[in-house]
């Protein structure tokens, strides 16, 4: 008894079956085993085939009307709160790392005496 799908994956699944039911000689497992792959397929493309196609709006033109308003704002700080959220973490990370490296450069420089 072997699970028989017809997809790219049959052959595989196939063999991994017949493996596991050589492994452990049971014809239950194998049942199993068949009907968990076959719930797991009906699962999956019932998720996929039901999940509802929403459609999106169209801001490009909103977006480009934001950025290329000239109001002596940085380019990098015009998306929001979000922006100068993302800009302050990456400057406070790079300046914790370059003073994390100069203190390592300067330990290594000087190591500790042996006493």
Not at 17 to 40: E, P
Not at 69 to 88: C, F, Q, T, V, W
């Amino acid at each position: 008894l072997l699970c028989v799908r017809a997809d790219s994956q049959s052959s595989i699944i196939i063999v991994i079956h017949y493996f596991l039911f050589l492994s452990h000689g049971s014809l239950k497992d194998l049942k199993i085993l068949c009907l968990y792959d076959q719930s797991l397929q009906q699962l999956s493309r019932r998720t996929i085939a039901s999940s509802a196609r929403r459609q999106l709006d169209n801001t490009v033109k909103q977006k480009q009307k934001l950025f290329q308003e000239d109001n002596g704002m940085p380019i990098h700080l015009k998306g929001g709160s979000k922006d100068a959220l993302l800009y302050r973490t990456t400057m406070a990370l790079t300046v914790f790392g370059a003073g994390y490296v100069v203190y390592e450069l300067i330990s290594a420089a000087m190591p500790k005496k042996p006493q």
